[in-house]
């Protein structure tokens, strides 16, 4: 009989996608230790694959060593969004063993200033898949023992934001039924990119304690809380202007920061190849 666990390896190499949303329906502590035990490529592929919420709940059961190794096979782009949803020890922790020429642009994109919003979100907040089903939802709400928000988002597999579920509406459902039945559209969500003092006034805020929070491309990036916005917008801070930031000036910005590392990298490398030729 074929071993299982080469069985196993051979389906994660085939199927990522299909192996990464199995894993998300199990215990995390069982799905960081299959993630730890297959070869590394399999391992960022998984990673890559899950959505972010959960592939970052696997990689906090791990070291930062096995962490970062894993990480390190995948775009920066992928790895923010999945450090985005660990905590801030966590996060710095495995940016510090990230290789050299992925850990500054991993944090430029990780980085808001502390006057936008997206530096006081809370990333740890459980997303589910458009495509699953109502019984598998109330499985991974179990196994995560999920109860904040009284709602949860729904993502697609991009980690477009597609709108939320109510709680109080799945328990009543049928297992079989698609999770999309129950969809609801959302009225309002905030950029990450937003400024404090924007964010405070929107008139979302008559309505609930926290909103849904996206990057500039749509992916949700998790919530923050009215309270939060309030304590934030009372420490001491820089003048900033009271306006929205633009995805093109943030675009133009993370472009010429990383044009600027590549090159004093590039010119190191002349530097320390110019001086083993003097010492030759």
Request: net charge negative; with cysteine; hydrophobic share 45%.
């Amino acid at each position: 009989m074929p071993d299982k666990f080469m069985l196993a390896r051979q389906f994660v190499e085939a199927y990522p996608q299909a192996a990464a949303r199995a894993l998300e329906e199990l215990a995390t502590a069982q799905a960081s230790t299959f993630i730890d035990a297959v070869p590394d490529e399999d391992s960022s592929s998984i990673l890559g694959s899950m959505l972010p919420y959960h592939a970052a709940k696997c990689i906090a059961e791990l070291s930062d060593d096995a962490a970062a190794r894993y990480l390190g096979g995948l775009e920066p782009r992928s790895i923010a969004n999945i450090l985005q949803h660990t905590q801030d020890e966590t996060r710095r922790a495995i940016l510090a063993k990230l290789p050299r020429r992925l850990a500054p642009r991993v944090a430029i994109i990780l980085n808001y200033s502390l006057s936008m919003v997206g530096a006081w979100l809370e990333p740890t907040v459980l997303s589910l898949p458009s495509d699953c089903t109502v019984g598998e939802a109330k499985s991974r709400l179990k196994n995560e023992g999920y109860v904040d928000f009284h709602r949860v988002y729904v993502v697609d597999r991009t980690r477009g934001l597609k709108g939320f579920v109510r709680l109080s509406a799945l328990i009543k459902a049928n297992e079989e039924t698609p999770l999309t039945d129950y969809l609801e559209p959302l009225t309002r969500v905030l950029r990450a990119s937003t400024s404090l003092d924007m964010a405070i006034e929107d008139t979302a805020w008559m309505d609930s304690d926290y909103l849904p929070v996206i990057d500039r491309r749509e992916r949700f990036l998790g919530v923050v809380r009215y309270a939060d916005l309030r304590a934030a917008l009372s420490r001491p801070r820089p003048i900033i202007a009271d306006q929205d930031i633009s995805g093109g000036f943030m675009d133009l910005a993370e472009f010429c920061y990383l044009g600027l590392a590549d090159v004093m990298n590039t010119s190191l490398a002349i530097e320390r190849a110019a001086n083993d030729a003097g010492e030759q």
